[in-house]
Structures are given as C-alpha cells and as structure tokens.
C-alpha cells in the first residue's frame, strides 16, 4: 500500500529570489528545483519538521516562521508515482549574512548526501526551463498574495 506523505518546504526569499535545490529525474531526463524541507516524522508538527529540516540541511536558525499555504502534489519522480501534501512556509535567517552568499552547502542526513542550494529568481528558473516544485508553487509566488 502507497502512503499520502507529508512535507515541509520554506521559502526562504532574498529579494525577488527564493533558495532553491536543484534536481534530476534520471527517468524523466529532467531536471527540476526545489526549496529546502522533507518529510514530516510521525508525532510530529510541520512547523516542528521545518525547523528540524533546515537544522539537518544548513544548520542555520530562522526567525519568522510561518505557514503560507498547504498544496496536494500528485506526481511521477524516478519512475514512481507519489502524493504528497505539501506545508509551505516563509521565514528568514537570523543570520543576515547567509542572504549574500551565492550558494550554500546542505546536507541530507538521511541518505549522506552533499546539495548545493541556491538563490534563484522565478524569471531565471523560467529562462532555464526548469520546473519548480511542488507544482503550484510557481503560481503562489507570483501572486504574492501571502
């Protein structure tokens, strides 16, 4: 049985860039960017899973957390169909200083693995046709309603 998992994701923004990871679907010869986050443990809050995600990432503490909107992601990643539910947060680094690097090392602890993370507008990601995702969340950031 396939299980609906749930996800944290911030949207750290630097001006009319947000932070983004970039990745590859070697079935779908694609590639795509996302923000930093992961999975929610179980007993445990978004809000906790996003202070705890960036912690393993980045090890960087944030201020301002808040939850901007929750989306349903339903899609193909490595051959595998998935669903998700997505918490979308905004917050900022404590530490302004982050904000002027152009890249930042992050780490994901669960499968030892070195990403890069950077700082990219929705305009760049557009000229290099890559997808943002979860899907939607193109859309939610040119509204900027939030």
């Not at 960087?60 to 339903?74: A, F, H, Y």
């Not at 900022?92 to 507008?121: H, M, P, Q």
């Amino acid at each position: 049985m396939r299980a609906i998992r749930p996800v944290s994701i911030c949207l750290f923004r630097n001006g009319d860039k947000i932070l983004v990871s970039k990745c590859f679907d070697s079935v779908k010869q694609d590639y795509f960017c996302r923000p930093l986050g992961g999975g929610i443990e179980f007993g445990e809050s978004s809000r906790e899973a996003m202070l705890r995600e960036i912690s393993e990432e980045i090890g960087i503490d944030v201020e301002n957390l808040s939850l901007i909107k929750v989306i349903e992601n339903i899609f193909a990643y490595e051959g595998k169909q998935l669903h998700e539910i997505v918490f979308i947060y905004d917050a900022e680094f404590i530490d302004k200083s982050w904000y002027e690097k152009e890249e930042l090392t992050c780490y994901e602890g669960s499968i030892n693995t070195k990403f890069i993370a950077k700082w990219v507008s929705l305009a760049e990601i557009k000229k290099q046709n890559i997808r943002l995702v979860p899907q939607g969340l193109d859309r939610l950031l040119e509204t900027e309603t939030w």
